[in-house]
């Protein structure tokens, strides 16, 4: 065959195979036998062996590698991905629709919320990028912002196309899904492993999640990985409807799998019917799932309510009811948190719960340990839903052995032996040490550093107890006092880890407002809250002085007088405002953020407080999170969805939904190059 014959039955194979796959691992619906699969494989792969140059990197006969990576890559998503928050209860599904409804002003919307309803697969979150159609890297969801590229394992996945299907697909698509191991093969899998005398899988989730991560793709392969998506991430140059099923239907179309059990329902009702109708059913699916999620099915409202921290609040996971097993109370431990809050721990017997093996349950605070008047050597009940901790939930009093031993509450910390205190009216018991507590101080330590904190890279959990141990570190002023030396004395730290953890807290001196707010670990001051306060106060002296009276003369939303308190009460402490005074003090620890941030008389408003706008499209010279913070530290509220309370909405390439609505209600709209005029004209004010 010549060279031009088989250029164009390659092509042709190519297009067959990909056909065939489609119908055998998305539609389940196979129109040829495996024999005849096989000979066109064998076809295809004998025409690349003879014309290596036309082998496409999307051919079937790529989707394994070669050699095994010697590592994974850290990929940074374009779009966080969220954890779910959780409900367990009917009362607590009808408490989410109630916060739908409550964030809602447009009467037309609320009276028309529809839901999405899926089952809660248990597997593993990545997601998938196409540029022109073609598979160029997977990631794993990793801590939500940073994952890592498992693009040869993902390859070796059946049923994620290495090509889309249709010609009518977005220049730029990310696909999020999840990845899992039907009940057939995982139980094929565990007796593969045990004839081999390994170590089986305890669930279908670790074995997914494992196998992802495995270097080699051929082992990977072996697996027999699959996959249904579940949203759409980024898009370019393509406008999407503006409804999740509808969106689900066009990742159909383009030859993505989607859960078969997938329903739109028309009130929080049928959501429940659902769930009740799944978990009835779910020994009978084909693969395991642990609960079901609630989806808005309206992007635009979802885009409206937006999202917290960790979860969007248009969605919520319903667990299914908690597994419970007896075990044996061996040991309770009191564990100290970075806010000195003492926690009861259980050490068990060894026990199969919830599809992991389970030796640690939690006995949640002091009233709990007092209530279920727990002993060593009684028999309890262990019970565990899907991700959520252990616990031990009961005292089976019946099988309670003569020599069980009564616990007493410590009344000391067991790290720092300081006094324990017991406040009115809380379930706790609290060491009030501060960071002269060890344990406190490595918990500050590790918040601190944390990604949404300084983020200094590097600094992990196990090289900040080395830090604490050594006592190299008695609080986060001693971190920029590292040197090299220092860090290449503790236990497996060579040179070059070493400069680059002193590097990274050097770049972590530059950073924002918020983030350093966050650091400080504050109680009750998280994520969002940070960064409202960062935006209600000019400058760190004004929020250091600033009373109750003033703090709620503020009205910053979500800041109730609890979280007032505890702000005033830190600020108060002559040891906290020290180590902050030495955090930003040029001399000693040298943090700062940008003068726009840092550097407004207190009495001038920002220059765009009080206005609000929508981003909407790609911009060619920022991304849309830099336009989003440059806005925010002029004082502006920066929304997803165009309403009629916008006062700009600023339009990039490829805008969607939001400039036709912007357009209807006549708004203010800003193309690229008047919205860079207009950010240096109110940055300039503010200079």
């Known amino acids: 065959m010549k060279k031009e014959e088989a250029k164009e039955r390659i092509s042709q194979l190519i297009q067959e195979i990909q056909f065939h796959d489609h119908r055998y691992y998305v539609l389940d619906k196979p129109i040829v036998d495996d024999t005849e699969y096989d000979r066109l494989i064998r076809e295809l792969q004998d025409l690349e062996h003879e014309y290596p140059e036309l082998k496409k990197n999307d051919s079937p006969t790529q989707r394994v590698g070669g050699e095994p990576l010697a ?116 139980k094929a899998l565990n007796e593969k492993i045990s004839a081999l005398g390994e170590k089986p899988f305890v669930n279908p989730r670790n074995a997914a999640a494992g196998s992802l991560r495995l270097l080699d793709p051929k082992i990977t392969h072996s697996r027999k990985l699959s996959m249904y998506c579940y949203a759409i991430g980024v898009v370019e140059n393509y406008e999407l409807t503006s409804s999740h099923a509808e969106q689900l239907s066009k990742l159909s179309s383009w030859g993505f799998n989607i859960c078969p059990e997938i329903k739109k329902v028309n009130k929080i009702d049928e959501c429940i019917d659902y769930y009740e109708r799944l978990y009835a059913e779910r020994e009978n699916l084909a693969y395991h799932i642990d609960g079901v999620v609630y989806k808005v099915d309206d992007i635009t409202v979802q885009k409206i309510l937006g999202n917290t921290a960790k979860s969007p609040r248009w969605a919520s996971a319903h667990k299914f009811p908690a597994e419970e097993e007896l075990s044996e109370l061996l040991a309770v431990e009191f564990q100290v948190g970075r806010t000195g809050v003492i926690t009861p721990v259980g050490r068990l017997s060894p026990v199969f719960v919830g599809g992991a093996t389970v030796t640690n349950a939690t006995l949640h605070n002091i009233d709990i340990l007092q209530r279920l008047d727990v002993r060593i050597g009684d028999s309890v009940v262990v019970r565990r839903a899907g991700d959520v901790i252990p616990q031990i939930a009961s005292v089976v009093i019946e099988r ?33 040490a501060g960071i002269s507590c ?85 109680k009750g001051v998280g994520v969002e809250i940070s960064k409202k306060l960062s935006l209600a106060f000019r400058n760190i002296d004004e929020l250091i002085n600033a009373d109750e009276i003033y703090l709620s003369n503020k009205h910053i939303e979500d800041l109730g007088p609890i979280v007032i308190h ?6 108060k402490n ?114």
């Open 71 to 186: 590592s994974f890559k850290e990929v940074a998503h374009e779009l966080p991905m969220l954890s779910l928050d959780n409900a367990f209860t009917i009362k607590q599904v009808h408490e989410f629709h109630h916060r739908v409804i409550e964030k809602l002003e447009d009467i037309d919307r609320l009276l028309s919320i529809q839901y999405v309803c899926e089952p809660k697969i248990d597997g593993v979150a990545i997601s998938l990028l196409y540029r022109g159609g073609i598979l160029v890297r997977a990631a794993t969801r990793g801590n939500g912002t940073v994952g890592e590229d498992i693009t040869e394992n993902a390859r070796t996945i059946r049923s994620i196309p290495l090509k889309l299907v249709d010609k009518d697909y977005p220049e730029l698509l990310e696909v999020r899904g999840e990845v899992f191991i039907t009940k057939s093969n995982f």
């Open 400 to 432: 309670r052995p003569r020599n069980a031993i009564s616990l007493s509450l410590p009344e000391q910390c067991p790290i720092c032996h300081s006094q324990v205190e017991r406040i009115e009216g809380e379930a706790l018991l609290r060491c009030n």
């Open 438 to 522: 060890r344990a406190q101080l490595k918990e500050s330590i590790k918040h601190f550093a944390s990604l949404h904190a300084l983020n200094i890279e590097g600094l992990g959990d196990k090289l900040v107890e080395q830090l604490v141990d050594s006592a190299f570190v008695k609080s986060p002023v001693d971190l920029f006092r590292l040197d090299i030396s220092k860090i290449r004395s503790l236990e497996r730290q060579g040179s070059k880890s070493s400069e680059k953890i002193i590097s990274s807290i050097d770049k972590s001196k530059h950073t924002t407002f918020n983030r350093f707010l966050y650091a400080l670990n504050i």
């Open 566 to 571: 505890n702000i005033v009460s830190f600020f």
């Open 574 to 687: 002559i040891e906290n405002r020290k180590v902050v005074e030495s955090l930003i003090d040029p001399a000693i620890c040298g943090i700062y953020w940008d003068t726009l941030e840092k550097n407004f008389l207190n009495n001038k408003r920002l220059a765009l407080e009080g206005n609000t706008f929508v981003l909407t499209g790609k911009l060619n010279t920022m991304t849309r999170n830099e336009a989003k913070e440059r806005l925010e530290r002029l004082g502006a509220k920066v929304v997803d969805a165009v309403s009629r309370k916008t006062n700009f909405v600023i339009a990039g390439i490829d805008a969607g939904l939001n400039l036709g609505k912007a357009q209807e209600l006549k708004l203010e709209i800003l193309d690229e190059i008047k919205f860079l005029e207009f950010l240096s004209k109110y940055e300039e004010l503010e200079q």
